[in-house]
């Protein structure tokens, strides 16, 4: 990359008055927010327009979410694998308590 020399000042300057480690943090932090506020050039800005389908059984997305989850494998209770028809042992909800002496 090739800064003039006004912007390269510019950018140490703010290093230094951000109290960033390095002038990629600051450059980077420039970018996400060029990015963020939609500074971009035109020719970039492309558009979703025609690359989504909707069937046409369910026009009204009534089943998207069931679709939309079958597409992910379910987590099984407690991050442990069950196979069908087995039970999950669960820990106790009544905790023995010690009492204080005081």
Not at 45 to 59: E, F, M
């Amino acid at each position: 990359m090739t800064l003039e020399r006004e912007n390269l000042l510019w950018l140490r300057g703010q290093v230094r008055a951000a109290g960033r480690k390095s002038l990629s943090e600051v450059l980077d932090r420039l970018v996400a927010e060029a990015r963020a506020g939609g500074r971009v050039h035109e020719a970039t800005i492309r558009s979703v327009v025609g690359t989504v389908h909707i069937a046409d059984a369910d026009p009204d997305l009534a089943q998207a979410d069931a679709v939309v989850r079958s597409l992910f494998p379910r987590p099984s209770p407690l991050g442990r694998k069950v196979e069908a028809g087995s039970r999950v042992k669960r820990p106790s909800r009544h905790l023995k308590r010690r009492r204080h002496r005081g």
